[in-house]
């Protein structure tokens, strides 16, 4: 394991504590479906579980989530040690999606469900509630997207 390597690994971690930590206190210290605002009519602390994926969509499919989660983070953790030495972002994006991914694999083993809290109203649409593994996960494919779509440009770079 190279030098690199530890601080995605160190990353991942921070972020899945991160997020443990912040589920843990939102779970302990509201009621579900409890609300905060932080901003009034913007952004609100939301008590809220979810038993499937993204938007609720799968619900309660335990087993499922299981062994997907099981193949992605194999699959990470093999191309982090692959290719990741050599592109730095194809290695903090990984990082992200392996922190993602093991939040919510822990909520789902252990809760049988996902904590999510972070509640935004945008333009008067109340995007879904979601937490910080979520986030993790979305800034993760869309670094991978753009290292996918620049692939060929950092390649020739790391030659040079």
Do not use: C
């Amino acid at each position: 394991m190279g030098e690199n390597d530890v601080w995605y690994y160190l990353a991942a971690f921070i972020i899945i504590a991160i997020d443990q930590v912040t589920k843990w206190m939102v779970d302990k210290q509201m009621d579900l479906y409890e609300s905060i605002p932080v901003i009034e009519n913007f952004f609100y602390i939301t008590s809220h579980r979810n038993k499937g994926a993204a938007w609720g969509i799968l619900q309660g499919q335990m087993w499922f989530f299981y062994i997907v989660t099981t193949i992605v983070v194999i699959f990470v953790i093999y191309y982090m040690q692959k290719h990741a030495k050599e592109h730095p972002l194809l290695g903090w994006s990984l990082s992200l999606i392996l922190a993602g991914a093991i939040g919510n694999f822990i909520d789902r083993i252990f809760r049988q469900e996902v904590v999510d809290f972070f509640d935004f109203i945008i333009f008067s649409y109340d995007y879904p509630i979601f937490n910080v593994a979520d986030s993790s996960l979305v800034v993760g494919v869309i670094l991978m997207l753009i290292y996918t779509l620049f692939e060929e440009r950092f390649k020739g770079e790391a030659k040079e």
